[in-house]
């Protein structure tokens, strides 16, 4: 059954953005410059766990620490031009759905996601210019944004229930990361014709180990956000590098802070392995794929 004229048309838009040269370049620039900031936030979680040095930052805290080395300034701008890369390979895939999330309540919602991190990362890139310009020496952790995100919305009549709701939306994406660990999430999203069966479960093994750290991460931070709403106490709410410290904090359980510290950085290498083998445009289902095949004789080049 052929698709309705009007999704049909998205499609093509679609794949016209996502099949562009310039477009992948700039998508892989901001998978780039996403995978090195998660890096540098597992290894300083890591370090400050082990009394070592390092720091429980975000990415902001990460662009503040880079901002302070020599040639700071020209290394921001390279992190802001990954940022807006970033975002507009997220608002195509969530306009267009050039990832096949579909468009049941559950694609849509993904989707969903999808725009709210073009956001977060179109922010990311303007706070870089603000530190180019010497216009923002906010704290590092998250905490303070967060806590003044809260502190706005709970300021208005029913905010107390929009911080509530976005702290149930954090739990869920929270959640949602888990199960992304048990299912093909990733399969189809990659270059499977020019991947080796060991690099294929290398990315995997990295991409779940990752996935479970940030499910961890939104977890604790959807959670102090409820707390925050609930109690009309926006000093409750965490951001980035406050969940990780909390996390820090529970004795209770063992090495919990060095295992998310730890899946933090290989998702840092998970993004970066994917500069090389995402697959920017996902063609409707058909013939499956499998790793290392080839079409015919010659191995075609991917369009994605």
Request: charged letters at 15%; aromatic letters at 12%; one cysteine or more.
């Amino acid at each position: 059954m052929r698709p309705p004229p009007s999704l049909a048309r998205l499609e093509a838009v679609g794949r016209a953005l996502a099949t562009r040269r310039w477009f992948r370049a700039f998508a892989r620039w901001g998978l780039l410059v996403k995978g090195v900031i998660f890096l540098m936030i597992g290894s300083l979680a890591g370090l400050a766990a082990l009394d070592l040095g390092g720091d429980f930052i975000n990415a902001y805290g990460v662009m503040q620490r880079i901002a302070s080395h020599a040639f700071g300034m020209l290394l921001l701008v390279v992190v802001m031009t990954g940022n807006i890369g970033y975002a507009l390979f997220k608002t195509v895939a969530a306009l267009f759905d050039t990832d096949r999330k579909g468009s049941d309540v559950i694609g849509l919602f993904k989707r969903l996601g999808m725009l709210i991190k073009s956001v977060i990362y179109i922010g990311l890139a303007f706070l870089a210019l603000q530190l180019v310009m010497g216009l923002n020496d906010g704290d590092g952790s998250g905490d303070t944004f967060a806590k003044s995100i809260a502190a706005s919305l709970i300021s208005h009549l029913y905010g107390e229930w929009l911080v509530i709701a976005l702290g149930i939306y954090l739990v869920a994406m929270g959640l949602m990361q888990f199960y992304m660990i048990y299912t093909a999430y990733i399969r189809r999203r990659l270059r499977l014709e020019e991947l080796t069966p060991g690099m294929f479960r290398l990315i995997v093994a990295l991409g779940r180990f990752g996935y479970a750290a940030r499910g961890v991460v939104a977890l604790v931070t959807g959670a102090f956000l409820c707390v925050a709403g609930w109690y009309s106490d926006p000093d409750s709410a965490k951001g980035l590098g406050g969940a990780l410290a909390w996390l820090n904090e529970q004795a209770y359980i063992p090495y919990l802070m060095g295992m998310v510290a730890a899946g933090l950085f290989a998702y840092g290498v998970f993004e970066l392995l994917l500069v090389r083998y995402r697959r920017f445009y996902v063609a409707p289902p058909g013939r499956p794929r499998t790793i290392g095949s080839v079409a015919g004789s010659q191995r075609r080049p991917s369009t994605g």
